[in-house]
């Protein structure tokens, strides 16, 4: 049996709550942009990864402007779960003061992927400020590379993986239209995050339907469509209701 996450368990006392402004760069004291921590030692540290407090994990992957967001927020809304974009956290941590800021620009302006380190440490940091102990991971792990260093520094593994699966045209239809004046939606970046999909996610896909994690959902059709194939995957699962 899964037990939630309060405000009292001891992880939550032992930690600072992360702040929205805080950058990574901040938060680091010995001059790395982090620490490593060997899964032993981030579990007896930290504790979010014990067994009282053990976190159900879901990833999403999908092409960018495969509508993985968009059905986020639908999962949010009908099974209350705690939404982590990686691309929004690297947004976040590029606007603050983080001396990372223009390394994270840069990379995703070229449509290439942050090291993992860094993207890894964002999501680590929500994971234990939250008291909710439902994690939809959207846009993570993007790389083997992404997935080995979650997989090393946490401990954990995912319980189930979406993989939002469309086709290019529709892809680049889409984020050509997106209008939220990001700096990736233009022809030449959205060329590149294409081949770094295919070239870097895909085998990320590949291995967890491997493992019998994925599930594969046609991701053309209406937003309401598409989350009628996303809500069996959460029904199915007794902790994720
Ligand atoms: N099923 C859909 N059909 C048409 N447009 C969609 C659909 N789902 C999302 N969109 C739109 O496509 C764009 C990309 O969607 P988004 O959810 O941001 O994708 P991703 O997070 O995978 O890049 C957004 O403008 C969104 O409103
Ligand atoms: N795991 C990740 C996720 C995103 N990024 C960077 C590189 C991606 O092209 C951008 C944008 O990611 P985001 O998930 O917001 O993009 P889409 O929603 O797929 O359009 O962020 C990354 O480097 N590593
Ligand atoms: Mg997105």
């Known amino acids: 049996m899964w037990r939630r996450a309060t405000k009292s368990s001891l992880f939550l006392r032992l930690l600072k709550p992360s702040k929205h402004n805080a950058s ?13 921590h060997t899964h032993t030692h981030f579990q007896e540290k930290h504790g979010i990864f014990s067994k009282e407090v053990a976190p159900f994990i879901t990833f999403v992957l999908g092409g960018p402007g495969s509508g993985k967001g968009t059905q986020c927020a639908k999962i949010v809304e009908t099974f209350g779960f705690n939404h982590l974009s990686a691309g ?15 390394m994270i620009l840069n990379t995703i302006r070229e449509g290439n992927i942050v090291p993992s380190e860094v993207t890894v440490k ?4 929500e994971m ?15 790389s083997e590379e992404n997935r080995i260093a ?7 593994e995912p319980h189930m993986v979406l993989f939002f699966d469309c086709p290019e045209e529709e892809m680049v239809k889409r984020l050509l239209s997106r209008n939220q004046g990001r700096i990736d939606d233009n022809i030449d970046t959205i060329k590149n995050r294409l081949k770094v999909f ?18 594969r959902i046609n991701a053309v059709g209406t937003a309401d469509e598409i989350f009628e194939q996303v809500r069996p995957a959460f029904e199915a699962c007794e902790v994720a209701k």
């Open 88 to 102: 929004d956290l690297l947004r976040r941590e590029m606007d603050s003061d983080s001396e990372y800021g223009s």
């Open 150 to 156: 979650f997989e090393k520094i946490s401990g954990v």
């Open 24 to 36: 990574l760069s901040q938060s680091s004291t010995n001059g790395f942009p982090f620490h490593i």
């Open 122 to 125: 964002l999501i680590l940091r």
């Open 198 to 215: 295919e070239a870097l996610n895909l085998p990320v896909v590949e291995y967890y339907a491997k493992r019998g994690k994925l599930y």
């Open 128 to 142: 234990e400020s939250s008291d909710n102990h439902k994690f939809l991971i959207d846009g993570f792990p993007r």
